[in-house]
């Protein structure tokens, strides 16, 4: 898991606005690690993590495009089934909020693709603490809580 770089872009919800952009982008070479769009109403909100965050901003500020960068994490899941629920329980668990989330599957040709998910989340430091550390250079989960039961009745 690593904290990265998100462009957030409220383009017109008009036919080729996006297109565009990604030709620029594309032109300058700029990759995407994970993206998502969005409706809201007659705008479209662009969500992405570039590979390249300079790059990025540069032709976005050529195409007189406003965005706004948030620092965001990274994690790697399995690919398979509870693996983001998983993430959000832990998260859930330290009460922690998730602002939005979404995922960039990759498969590279591999039978078993990893997931990468992109999260918003109200407290960063906080997540990345609960999420993985590391300890003498090797990664270590901490421990899940159990959740609590109640008796309803």
Do not use: W
Not at 29 to 52: E, H, I, T, W
Not at 87 to 108: G, K, M, P, Q, V
Not at 117 to 125: E, Q, T
């Amino acid at each position: 898991m690593q904290t990265v770089k998100q462009l957030s872009v409220s383009l017109v919800n008009k036919p080729g606005r996006l297109a565009d952009m990604l030709a620029s982008l594309a032109k300058e070479k700029v990759n995407f690690q994970a993206l998502c769009v969005m409706d809201s109403g007659g705008r479209g909100m662009v969500r992405f993590v570039p590979d390249n965050v300079e790059s990025a901003i540069a032709v976005l500020g050529l195409m007189n495009v406003r965005y706004e960068i948030n620092d965001v994490l990274l994690a790697e899941l399995p690919n398979q089934p509870g693996g983001f629920r998983h993430l959000c329980e832990r998260l859930a668990t330290e009460h922690l909020n998730i602002d939005y989330a979404y995922c960039s599957f990759n498969s590279s040709g591999k039978t078993k693709g990893g997931v990468s998910a992109v999260i918003k989340v109200n407290d960063l430091a906080k997540a990345q603490r609960i999420i993985g550390v590391t300890v003498n250079g090797r990664k270590k989960r901490l421990p899940m809580r159990r959740p609590v039961k109640v008796a309803l009745g």
